[in-house]
């Protein structure tokens, strides 16, 4: 993705304390991605940062909807997402990822890209099977004509 001064959180400049920034992510931000499974949305982002003299902590919460390709009959589905993450920032002589939570800036860095982060929790956010919902004749409420195929096609093996 193209550096969005966007999702860029100049952290030098702050003073020691909470801060609070926040983003809505949809068609325009997952199209900058090219492997996002998520097509379109409507993702309210809300960061609290606090600031202390040796470290940062970011805790994200991501909440709205994803709009994924159904695993069933590949239309489109609306998914909703609740998620919260913390990403803990170090400082030290290099930049590198420490795991998947600590991140270790270089002491020269000013700022912080959280675009990259974003994008990954909003994917992972998203539930493993990824469907329409059943609807209240019992059927899955995917495209009918998939539906009929997929029976059609549909391979009956015997029980053990």
Request: glycine share 6%.
């Amino acid at each position: 993705m193209e550096t969005d001064r966007t999702y860029l959180l100049p952290f030098k400049g702050l003073s020691l304390g909470k801060h609070t920034f926040s983003w809505q992510l949809g068609k325009d931000f997952f199209s900058g991605f090219e492997e996002s499974e998520i097509t379109d949305g409507c993702i309210d982002v809300s960061l609290l940062l606090e600031k202390k003299a040796d470290l940062l902590t970011l805790d994200f919460h991501l909440k709205g909807y994803a709009v994924v390709m159904c695993d069933r009959c590949l239309d489109d589905v609306s998914i909703p997402v609740d998620y919260t993450a913390s990403l803990f920032v170090k400082f030290g002589e290099e930049t590198y990822e420490a795991s998947d939570e600590l991140l270790v800036l270089s002491y020269e860095e000013h700022e912080l890209d959280v675009a990259q982060y974003l994008y990954e929790y909003a994917h992972l956010a998203l539930p493993y099977k990824r469907v329409h919902p059943i609807g209240e004749d019992g059927e899955p409420t995917c495209n009918k004509e998939m539906m009929t195929y997929l029976k059609a096609h549909l391979v009956q093996t015997e029980k053990e």
